[in-house]
């Protein structure tokens, strides 16, 4: 947390309302995500109760488990989960898109758009890793086959669930954190893992302040937690009851008692989620007034591309993703993240002047004033020709904590390209030595503009480019058939044991 | 009739919500008012929602003919060796028709002691309790057969593992004559039984989890390791039984010692009964 | 009884003490600065009543579902069903327990007596004896009753299972119902098993010590025995409490100097709730709340998963405009600052800095003009 964060944070607290803090939005919100709120059984993993979905606000579908522990039961509520979630996923496989030959790549196809799923919080977004985890390898044939569609829905979820890792990524979004990017509570980062009280900072009921707010949000008889786990209140005093019912009708062989009892529990479950439904698309909403930037439709494009990578994987007969990395694999797959981690955040200070602002108090960027400049300057190269490399010095009051030999982004020019020559402090300044590297023009034809003015106001923040992501596809997911460098053992259908 | 239903229904949702009301701010009294009243209200939908024409059945559609304690003996039998309620409930679904609950269970001890008590030796057979071999006590939640010898009845430190060996070995010779008759849902009860013991015996287990599991395979295996136990434990169970038949009175040699009092070293003491 | 165990009586009022368990030890750890929490512990006095009467009930983490307890229940008697034949196999597999090893004695009850009292003393004869002669000593005790002094009090406490003969050590085993998958488990969980674990490793060096037997016949790696992926077959894990142990050691000892914190307390000053014949508690809401004020909190936000009086500590923190209220990032980042008035009067220039302070002013007058600049809609 920056401390304009914190800044923010501290305001918030004493007017009682939150402080908006970035007033773009940086994540692709899709027309018509796949909300899912699931609702977990305590004391087992990956025992769901309930889960609510749907592509808009209203229509939505509820699945119910009436009674967890029961193996058909809970195949049931996965098939019709699978239904729901493939169905959406198949739909956005209906259109592609061509993108045409560049210097690097031959002209490719990919889908058109790509699936967006958005829960609730970070809980259940871990979740669906996990009914991935508990799924995916499943046996399709033997005595405990299940429906190929659980899991297929099982892959799925582990692909989305693993897209998250990867800042930037929006194919499994989920709205505390989203939140929390753009508006800054009063509260502690604890509490705002409730997605009500968050809200309620943010958006309060007239007549209250957002903290009083908040506090309502606490009392889980008026407001429901947001999931993945039941409120133990709610456990005690209605499921529990109920679930016990159900058992006594079903072992007595009452057809009616079981239809009775699986109407009430339904009932009970849909008034735990309602709340938290509404919830989810207040912030959709609040999400969707601000403007969304261009490079995220650029990351959107990366998504699309995952997505028909991992079809295809799927098409060829995917097997289902191992349960842990090889060594090799784990330290490509954390040197990515990292890579999109940074690039991620110095992409957003170009398009959105409060990251700038925040990488300017961290030393990250800065901003100032040109004191001197050089365009003109030439230097000799090693085969004898002249080449432009302009400077020019600025003067910045900012912690800047770079080193020589940086290359920078203007965020208003991003054609050109600096790069930081010398660096000299006073007590209360930095003068920094910028030269131009790219975008510079050649002697006899510099480019207009590429240096700035004296006396100008400039800010630059690291090139995004220097984090660039390769362009091929992970490890993990190279089909065999193209000679990946890693190869799987197939996991068979005996080597999961049936819960 | 659905009226009654639905404002019975009514009624219990209203008492669940008060109930959760009450625990919020720890009202124990109001809480066990309500909890009252809400069970009165569910018996009676139980009471509705059953259609009164048709007889109760199990699951295997045959009637529970027999009586919960022979179901116990004829499981208790097969076993061989004193068990807990959940394993003699298993073998009993595994291997003869009827269903056997373990709630069925849980008053059984009692009343055999009372009825044994009320007519000393006037059933061909009592179940009670395994007796401990250090304080010759009643042992916790195990079944024996009261016409076993003292050794049979009675547990060491050891006895537990000898005890689940002796099952296992048991079990496995009698699963074999059970495939034939075997419908699906007993023969997978027979697996599942089998199943438990391969796992936790060494040599006994599948080649990869999930395999097949054979019963010749599991006997072998519990027979190995059982000799290395036997003698030590049939030492302890013999020099107990020995102590038992001077200490003891016949019903406390079925049902166990009554303890007194407990001094600083742990072990007990007999209050002085009649010489 | 002590002159200090009199005071933290009287400091509680006329309640029974609320007796320990291994996981109420165990959250002891959680705070060991806070005042207020230590003494109330010390005292045995009821949180949770006490902060619902002043108010503030506790919403989360109050109770525990009852789909959790029932599972537990179950997974507990099916690792120890068959004198623990899953316990056995896994002792064998991972930890290499020899095949003759399968001793099992069940301490739930001594001969029909199950009061703690009874159980401790079997319990502790029978321990004390395997630790002298380990060649005649059993290998599984189940259902253990141990002793701990905490603060005034002696806390009886219950493991699941006590091992011995592995390697001559007595093994922890601790059987908990949350899943292990792929090897992984839910950090807070396990971190909540190694501390309550740690507590039965305490009591079971001071058995020995006080014996004076070696504590190093008491391992510190403890056996969790939990689910394996989403099966109900069991396996076993290994966690190294050394850190635990040594951490509950300290904050025993705190506990047991817990008369230099009475000394500072007002006389008759009490957190009594005073229950009338009925029942009912009939100490005045606001009297209440000012003896509790009395006594230093130190709140944080992770208190609101830890102890039941975090409502009550939170609104007090708030209203002093505390900084902890924001979070532990915030707090650190502004340490040196006592309030969220004065850093907002220092960011903004109202307030001049003191000697130490002038570092922090300094980096939020400028963080406070950059926002200043935003708003203003340049950069």
Same mark, same amino acid.
């Given at each position: 947390?920056?401390?304009?964060?914190?800044?923010?944070?501290?305001?918030?607290?004493?007017?009682?309302?939150?402080?908006?803090?970035?007033?773009?939005?940086?994540?692709?919100?899709?027309?018509?995500?796949?909300?899912?709120?699931?609702?977990?059984?305590?004391?087992?993993?990956?025992?769901?109760?309930?889960?609510?979905?749907?592509?808009?606000?209203?229509?939505?579908?509820?699945?119910?488990?009436?009674?967890?522990?029961?193996?058909?039961?809970?195949?049931?509520?996965?098939?019709?989960?699978?239904?729901?979630?493939?169905?959406?996923?198949?739909?956005?496989?209906?259109?592609?898109?061509?993108?045409?030959?560049?210097?690097?790549?031959?002209?490719?196809?990919?889908?058109?758009?790509?699936?967006?799923?958005?829960?609730?919080?970070?809980?259940?977004? +871990?979740?669906?890793?996990?009914?991935?985890?508990?799924?995916?390898?499943?046996?399709?044939?033997?005595?405990?086959?299940?429906?190929?569609?659980?899991?297929?829905?099982?892959?799925?979820?582990?692909?989305?669930?693993?897209?998250?890792?990867?800042?930037?990524?929006?194919?499994?979004?989920?709205?505390?954190?989203?939140?929390?990017?753009?508006?800054?509570?009063?509260?502690?980062?604890?509490? +705002?893992?409730?997605?009500?009280?968050?809200?309620?900072?943010?958006?309060?009921?007239?007549?209250?302040?957002?903290?009083?707010?908040?506090?309502?949000?606490?009392?889980?008889?008026?407001?429901?937690?947001?999931?993945?786990?039941?409120?133990?209140?709610? +456990?005690?005093?209605?499921?529990?009851?109920?679930?016990?019912?159900?058992?006594?009708?079903?072992?007595?062989?009452?057809?009616?008692?079981?239809?009775?009892?699986?109407?009430?529990?339904?009932?009970?479950?849909?008034?735990?989620?309602?709340?938290?439904?509404?919830?989810?698309?207040?912030?959709?909403?609040?999400?969707?007034?601000?403007?969304?930037?261009?490079?995220?439709?650029?990351?959107?494009?990366?998504?699309?591309?995952?997505?028909?990578?991992?079809?295809?994987?799927?098409?060829?007969?995917?097997?289902?993703?191992?349960?842990? +990395?090889?060594?090799?694999?784990?330290?490509?797959?954390?040197?990515?993240?990292?890579?999109?981690?940074?690039?991620?955040?110095?992409?957003?200070?170009?398009?959105?002047?409060?990251?700038?602002?925040?990488?300017?108090?961290?030393?990250?960027?800065?901003?100032?004033?040109?004191?001197?400049?050089?365009?003109?300057?030439?230097?000799?190269?090693?085969?004898?020709?002249?080449?432009?490399?302009?400077?020019?010095?600025?003067?910045?009051?900012?912690?800047?904590?770079?080193?020589?030999?940086?290359?920078?982004?203007?965020?208003?020019?991003?054609?050109?390209?600096?790069?930081?020559?010398?660096?000299?402090?006073?007590?209360?300044?930095?003068?920094?030595?910028?030269?131009?590297?790219?975008?510079?023009?050649?002697?006899?034809?510099?480019?207009?503009?590429?240096?700035?003015?004296?006396?100008?106001?400039?800010?630059?923040?690291?090139?995004?480019?220097?984090?660039?992501?390769?362009?091929?596809?992970?490890?993990?997911?190279?089909?065999?058939?193209?000679?990946?460098?890693?190869?799987?053992?197939?996991?068979?259908?005996?080597?999961?044991?049936?819960? | 009739?659905?009226?009654?239903?639905?404002?019975?229904?009514?009624?219990?949702?209203?008492?669940?919500?008060?109930?959760?009301?009450?625990?919020?701010?720890?009202?124990?009294?109001?809480?066990?008012?309500?909890?009252?009243?809400?069970?009165?209200?569910?018996?009676?939908?139980?009471?509705?929602?059953?259609?009164?024409?048709?007889?109760?059945?199990?699951?295997?559609?045959?009637?529970?003919?027999?009586?919960?304690?022979?179901?116990?003996?004829?499981?208790?039998?097969?076993?061989?060796?004193?068990?807990?309620?959940?394993?003699?409930?298993?073998?009993?679904?595994?291997?003869?028709?009827?269903?056997?609950?373990?709630?069925?269970?849980?008053?059984?001890?009692?009343?055999?002691?009372?009825?044994?008590?009320?007519?000393?030796?006037?059933?061909?057979?009592?179940?009670?309790?395994?007796?401990?071999?250090?304080?010759?006590?009643?042992?916790?939640?195990?079944?024996?057969?009261?016409?076993?010898?003292?050794?049979?009845?009675?547990?060491?430190?050891?006895?537990?593992?000898?005890?689940?060996?002796?099952?296992?070995?048991?079990?496995?010779?009698?699963? !074999?004559?059970?495939?034939?008759?075997?419908?699906?849902?007993?023969?997978?009860?027979?697996?599942?039984?089998?199943?438990?013991?391969?796992?936790?015996?060494?040599?006994?287990?599948?080649?990869? !989890?999930?395999?097949?599991?054979?019963?010749?395979?599991?006997?072998?295996?519990?027979?190995?390791?059982?000799?290395?136990?036997?003698?030590?434990?049939?030492?302890?169970?013999?020099?107990?039984?020995?102590?038992?038949?001077?200490?003891?009175?016949?019903?406390?040699?079925?049902?166990?010692?009554?303890?007194?009092?407990?001094?600083?070293?742990?072990?007990?003491?007999?209050?002085?009964?009649?010489? | 009884?002590?002159?200090?165990?009199?005071?933290?009586?009287?400091?509680?009022?006329?309640?029974?003490?609320?007796?320990?368990?291994?996981?109420?030890?165990?959250?002891?750890?959680?705070?060991?600065?806070?005042?207020?929490?230590?003494?109330?512990?010390?005292?045995?006095?009821?949180?949770?009543?006490?902060?619902?009467?002043?108010?503030?009930?506790?919403?989360?983490?109050?109770?525990?579902?009852?789909?959790?307890?029932?599972?537990?229940?179950?997974?507990?008697?099916?690792?120890?069903?068959?004198?623990?034949?899953?316990?056995?196999?896994?002792?064998?597999?991972?930890?290499?327990?020899?095949?003759?090893?399968?001793?099992?004695?069940?301490?739930?009850?001594?001969?029909?007596?199950?009061?703690?009292?009874?159980?401790?003393?079997?319990?502790?004869?029978?321990?004390?004896?395997?630790?002298?002669?380990?060649?005649?000593?059993?290998?599984?005790?189940?259902?253990?009753?141990?002793?701990?002094?905490?603060?005034?009090?002696?806390?009886?406490?219950?493991?699941?299972?006590?091992?011995?003969?592995?390697?001559?050590?007595?093994?922890?085993?601790?059987?908990?119902?949350?899943?292990?998958?792929?090897?992984?488990?839910?950090?807070?969980?396990?971190?909540?098993?190694?501390?309550?674990?740690?507590?039965?490793?305490?009591?079971?060096?001071?058995?020995?010590?006080?014996?004076?037997?070696?504590?190093?016949?008491?391992?510190?790696?403890?056996?969790?025995?939990?689910?394996?992926?989403?099966?109900?077959?069991?396996?076993?894990?290994?966690?190294?409490?050394?850190?635990?142990?040594?951490?509950?050691?300290?904050?025993?000892?705190?506990?047991?100097?817990?008369?230099?914190?009475?000394?500072?307390?007002?006389?008759?000053?009490?957190?009594?709730?005073?229950?009338?014949?009925?029942?009912?508690?009939?100490?005045?809401?606001?009297?209440?709340?000012?003896?509790?004020?009395?006594?230093?909190?130190?709140?944080?936000?992770?208190?609101?998963?830890?102890?039941?009086?975090?409502?009550?500590?939170?609104?007090?923190?708030?209203?002093?405009?505390?900084?902890?209220?924001?979070?532990?990032?915030?707090?650190?980042?502004?340490?040196?600052?006592?309030?969220?008035?004065?850093?907002?009067?220092?960011?903004?220039?109202?307030?001049?800095?003191?000697?130490?302070?002038?570092?922090?002013?300094?980096?939020?007058?400028?963080?406070?003009?950059?926002?200043?600049?935003?708003?203003?809609?340049?950069?």
């Amino acid at each position: 947390m920056t401390l304009l964060t914190t800044l923010a944070r501290l305001e918030a607290a004493v007017s009682g309302r939150a402080r908006p803090l970035s007033r773009v939005r940086h994540c692709r919100l899709a027309a018509q995500p796949l909300v899912i709120i699931p609702l977990t059984l305590a004391g087992d993993p990956a025992t769901p109760v309930a889960a609510m979905t749907g592509t808009s606000r209203y229509g939505q579908q509820l699945l119910v488990v009436p009674q967890p522990h029961s193996r058909d039961l809970r195949l049931g509520f996965l098939v019709g989960l699978a239904r729901i979630v493939l169905g959406y996923i198949a739909d956005r496989q209906n259109r592609t898109e061509v993108l045409p030959a560049t210097k690097k790549s031959e002209e490719r196809r990919r889908f058109a758009d790509a699936p967006q799923v958005i829960v609730p919080n970070q809980a259940a977004r +871990d979740y669906l890793g996990l009914l991935g985890r508990s799924t995916r390898f499943l046996p399709t044939d033997g005595p405990y086959a299940v429906d190929p569609a659980v899991p297929s829905l099982g892959k799925w979820l582990t692909f989305l669930a693993d897209s998250a890792d990867h800042t930037g990524a929006a194919l499994l979004a989920d709205l505390t954190s989203l939140l929390a990017e753009h508006w800054a509570s009063g509260q502690s980062p604890l509490e +705002d893992a409730s997605l009500a009280a968050q809200l309620a900072w943010i958006d309060p009921p007239p007549g209250m302040t957002g903290l009083q707010a908040a506090l309502a949000t606490e009392d889980p008889l008026r407001c429901p937690p947001a999931g993945p786990a039941t409120d133990p209140g709610f +456990d005690q005093a209605i499921l529990e009851p109920l679930v016990r019912r159900y058992n006594r009708a079903a072992q007595a062989g009452k057809r009616a008692g079981v239809d009775r009892a699986t109407a009430e529990i339904t009932a009970a479950l849909k008034g735990q989620l309602e709340p938290t439904w509404d919830a989810v698309w207040r912030a959709i909403s609040l999400l969707r007034a601000l403007p969304e930037t261009a490079l995220a439709g650029r990351r959107w494009s990366a998504d699309k591309d995952s997505f028909t990578r991992f079809s295809s994987y799927l098409a060829d007969g995917g097997l289902p993703q191992p349960r842990r +990395d090889h060594a090799a694999t784990a330290a490509a797959r954390l040197d990515r993240l990292e890579r999109a981690q940074a690039a991620y955040d110095t992409e957003r200070a170009l398009e959105d002047p409060f990251v700038l602002a925040e990488l300017r108090t961290s030393g990250e960027a800065f901003a100032g004033e040109v004191v001197s400049a050089e365009p003109s300057r030439t230097i000799i190269t090693a085969a004898g020709r002249a080449v432009l490399r302009p400077r020019f010095t600025v003067r910045t009051g900012d912690p800047v904590r770079l080193e020589p030999g940086r290359v920078l982004i203007c965020p208003a020019h991003h054609r050109q390209r600096v790069q930081i020559a010398d660096l000299t402090r006073t007590a209360t300044d930095a003068d920094v030595v910028l030269e131009v590297v790219q975008g510079m023009g050649t002697p006899g034809r510099p480019t207009p503009g590429a240096v700035p003015a004296i006396g100008e106001l400039v800010s630059f923040t690291p090139d995004p480019g220097f984090f660039a992501q390769r362009d091929f596809p992970p490890p993990e997911q190279i089909p065999w058939t193209h000679g990946g460098p890693l190869v799987r053992r197939a996991v068979g259908p005996g080597e999961e044991t049936p819960s | 009739m659905q009226e009654p239903l639905d404002a019975l229904e009514t009624r219990i949702a209203e008492l669940r919500r008060a109930i959760r009301g009450a625990l919020t701010v720890r009202e124990q009294d109001r809480v066990r008012e309500l909890r009252a009243e809400l069970r009165r209200a569910e018996r009676s939908w139980d009471a509705l929602v059953t259609p009164p024409d048709r007889p109760e059945e199990d699951r295997q559609g045959l009637a529970s003919l027999l009586p919960a304690r022979e179901q116990v003996h004829q499981a208790l039998t097969l076993l061989g060796a004193p068990a807990a309620p959940k394993l003699i409930a298993a073998v009993h679904a595994a291997f003869f028709a009827g269903q056997l609950t373990p709630s069925r269970l849980a008053s059984l001890r009692r009343d055999e002691e009372r009825s044994y008590r009320a007519a000393p030796g006037a059933r061909p057979y009592y179940l009670c309790p395994a007796l401990t071999s250090d304080l010759l006590s009643a042992a916790r939640a195990l079944l024996c057969v009261s016409t076993w010898p003292l050794e049979q009845r009675i547990i060491g430190p050891l006895s537990p593992r000898v005890d689940f060996l002796t099952a296992a070995i048991q079990i496995a010779e009698a699963a !074999p004559s059970l495939s034939g008759a075997a419908t699906g849902s007993a023969s997978a009860a027979v697996d599942r039984l089998l199943r438990r013991f391969a796992m936790n015996i060494p040599g006994a287990g599948p080649a990869q !989890p999930g395999g097949s599991v054979h019963a010749e395979t599991i006997a072998a295996a519990a027979r190995a390791e059982f000799d290395i136990h036997f003698a030590r434990d049939h030492d302890d169970r013999a020099q107990a039984a020995v102590r038992a038949r001077q200490q003891l009175d016949d019903a406390e040699q079925l049902f166990g010692a009554r303890l007194a009092a407990v001094d600083d070293t742990g072990t007990g003491r007999r209050l002085p009964g009649p010489a | 009884m002590t002159a200090t165990d009199a005071r933290l009586d009287s400091l509680r009022g006329s309640t029974e003490p609320l007796s320990f368990t291994a996981r109420t030890i165990a959250a002891l750890t959680a705070n060991p600065g806070c005042v207020r929490r230590a003494l109330m512990d010390a005292a045995g006095a009821d949180k949770a009543a006490l902060a619902t009467h002043v108010g503030f009930p506790q919403r989360s983490g109050a109770s525990q579902s009852p789909f959790a307890l029932t599972r537990g229940g179950i997974f507990e008697a099916q690792v120890k069903a068959s004198g623990g034949a899953d316990l056995v196999r896994l002792l064998r597999d991972k930890l290499g327990l020899d095949l003759p090893e399968v001793s099992y004695s069940d301490l739930e009850s001594v001969g029909g007596n199950t009061t703690k009292k009874v159980r401790y003393r079997r319990t502790r004869a029978l321990l004390l004896r395997a630790a002298r002669h380990p060649d005649q000593a059993g290998t599984l005790y189940d259902h253990p009753m141990l002793r701990l002094q905490v603060g005034g009090h002696l806390a009886y406490l219950e493991p699941d299972v006590v091992a011995f003969q592995i390697q001559g050590k007595f093994h922890v085993v601790e059987v908990k119902s949350f899943a292990v998958i792929d090897g992984q488990a839910d950090e807070e969980s396990v971190a909540a098993a190694a501390m309550q674990a740690a507590a039965y490793i305490v009591a079971l060096q001071d058995m020995l010590t006080a014996e004076s037997l070696s504590a190093s016949a008491v391992s510190t790696d403890v056996i969790l025995v939990t689910p394996e992926n989403f099966s109900p077959q069991a396996t076993a894990t290994f966690i190294d409490v050394r850190k635990q142990v040594a951490i509950l050691r300290r904050q025993l000892a705190r506990m047991a100097r817990i008369g230099v914190l009475l000394d500072e307390l007002p006389s008759g000053l009490t957190f009594d709730l005073a229950p009338d014949p009925d029942g009912n508690y009939t100490r005045a809401r606001g009297e209440l709340a000012s003896a509790l004020e009395v006594v230093p909190a130190r709140y944080q936000p992770r208190c609101l998963k830890t102890c039941e009086l975090a409502g009550f500590c939170r609104d007090e923190a708030r209203a002093a405009g505390a900084l902890t209220v924001l979070g532990s990032v915030v707090r650190d980042d502004l340490g040196s600052l006592d309030s969220i008035s004065t850093a907002l009067a220092l960011a903004s220039g109202i307030r001049q800095p003191s000697a130490d302070q002038a570092d922090i002013a300094r980096a939020l007058r400028y963080v406070k003009s950059i926002s200043d600049t935003l708003a203003g809609g340049t950069v």
